[in-house]
C-alpha cells in the first residue's frame, strides 16, 4: 500500500522536508497531502482523530499513524533498511549516533535562530530583520558546531549521506540565504547539499506548474 | 573502560534523567559528573571542547563524546541489545516507532507546560502560579494525547516497559505534582512509573546522606 505523508500546504516545514526526502531517498511510493497550519487544520478533529501529535508531518500506512519526523525517518529506516535501500542513517554506530546527535540537537535548542530565520526566508526570500543579540548567539553556536562537525571538502558529514545533512544544510541555509555571516566552508557544504535531486524535488513543490 | 554521564548539579533535567535511567536499567558501570548550569559552566571550554551542543546529558566512553539524551539511548540500546541487556524500546517495530514520536514530541512541543511547570517543581516541590491561558492549552494538549496512549490498568505504553513510560510520567508530573487537574488514569499511571527503582535512584540524588 502507497504511503501518505501529510505536510504543511507552504511546504516550508523542515522537518516535513526530512520525511519527504527520506521516503523519495528510499524510491517508495507516496502521495503528499496537505493541512493548511494558517487555518488551523492541524487542530481540526480529522486530523487530530490520526494524528497524535497534531504536527506535520505525519505518516500514513494503512492504519497505522505515524508524526514526528525522526520516529518517522527511523521507522522508514527500519522498514526498508540498507543495502536494497538507500541508508537514511550512517552504517557506523558510533556515526549513526552522532547523526541522532545532530537531528535531535536542531530540533530542540537554536530556537531564536529558528525563529528570526524562519523557514520562510529560506523557501521564498522573504525579507528578515538583522540578528538581535539573541539571534547572533544562537547563530555562533550553530556556526561553531557546524564547524567542527563539517570536514573542508568533505561533502556530508559522515562517511556517507545521512538525513543529518539534510537537518543541518537547512538550518545553514537560515542564515546564508538570508546573507548573515557564515564561514565558507559551511557554504560550501549547505550548497553541495542543496544540490540534492530529492532535495530539488522538495523545493519545486512551491513552483507548480 | 566505565561510562561517565555529565548531568546538571541539581539533577533537575529530565533529558539527564532519561539518560541516566537507561545506563541503570542496562545495569552498565558508570559515573556521575555534574555540570553548573547556573554558574555556566556549561559553556566553559572544559565542556564544550568535548560536548558538542554545551548541553547535558553527556555521555563519555574514552574519547567518544555524545550529546542529547535520545541520540545516547538509542547507542546504549544499539551497543547493549536485548535479551542480554533489558530493552530501553518496544521490541515490535511499530511500537518502537511509537515510543521515538513520544520521545520527540516531548523534546520539542508543549513549551509552556515545560516553563512553567520546570522541573524544580516536580523534583523539590517548588511553589509555582497558576498555568496560563497558554499554559492550559499545552497541558490539555498533553492530556489529550496521553489518554489516547495510556490504557486503563496496563503499566506501560506499550508491550514492555520503555524509555517512553520515564518521559510520558515526568512531563505528566509537572501537573500532577503541582496539583493541576489531572485524569486518574494518567495519574495512576505516572505514579507506579515513578515507583521503578531507576527512577527512584535518580531522586534519591537530590537527597545525599
Ligand atoms: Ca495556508
Ligand atoms: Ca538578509
Ligand atoms: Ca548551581
Ligand atoms: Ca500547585
Redesign the interface.
Known amino acids: 500500500m502507497p504511503f501518505e505523508l501529510y505536510v504543511d500546504s507552504l511546504f516550508t516545514s523542515p522537518y516535513a522536508m526530512s520525511a519527504f526526502v527520506a521516503l523519495t531517498e528510499k524510491g517508495l511510493p507516496f502521495t503528499v497531502k496537505t493541512v493548511d497550519l494558517e487555518a488551523g487544520q492541524q487542530k481540526h478533529s480529522a486530523y487530530?482523530a490520526r494524528a497524535?501529535?497534531?504536527?506535520v508531518p505525519a505518516l500514513i500506512e494503512g492504519d497505522?499513524v505515524?508524526?514526528?519526523?525522526?520516529?518517522?525517518t527511523?521507522?522508514l529506516e527500519?522498514?526498508f533498511p540498507a543495502p536494497e535501500y538507500i541508508a537514511l542513517y550512517p552504517k557506523d554506530?558510533?556515526q549513526?549516533?552522532?547523526a541522532?546527535?545532530v537531528q535531535?540537537?536542531l530540533?530542540?535548542?537554536l530556537l531564536p535562530v529558528r525563529a528570526e530565520r524562519d523557514t520562510e526566508t529560506v523557501f521564498f526570500g522573504k525579507a528578515s530583520q538583522p540578528l538581535t543579540a539573541a539571534g547572533q548567539a544562537a547563530a555562533d553556536?550553530l556556526i561553531?558546531?557546524a564547524s567542527?562537525?563539517v570536514q573542508e571538502g568533505r561533502p556530508n558529514l559522515f562517511d556517507s549521506w545521512s538525513l543529518a545533512d539534510v537537518d543541518l544544510a537547512l538550518m545553514l541555509n537560515r542564515l546564508i540565504l538570508n546573507g548573515d555571516e557564515v564561514p565558507q566552508k559551511l557554504k560550501d557544504y549547505a550548497t553541495g547539499q542543496w544540490r540534492r535531486p530529492s532535495i530539488q524535488q522538495w523545493l519545486e513543490r512551491h513552483q507548480p506548474g
Open positions: 487530530t497524535l501529535t497534531a504536527r497505522f505515524l508524526t514526528e519526523s525522526t520516529a518517522i527511523e521507522y527500519e522498514s554506530r558510533r549513526r549516533a552522532q541522532r546527535q535531535a540537537w530540533r530542540s535548542d553556536k561553531h558546531a567542527q562537525l
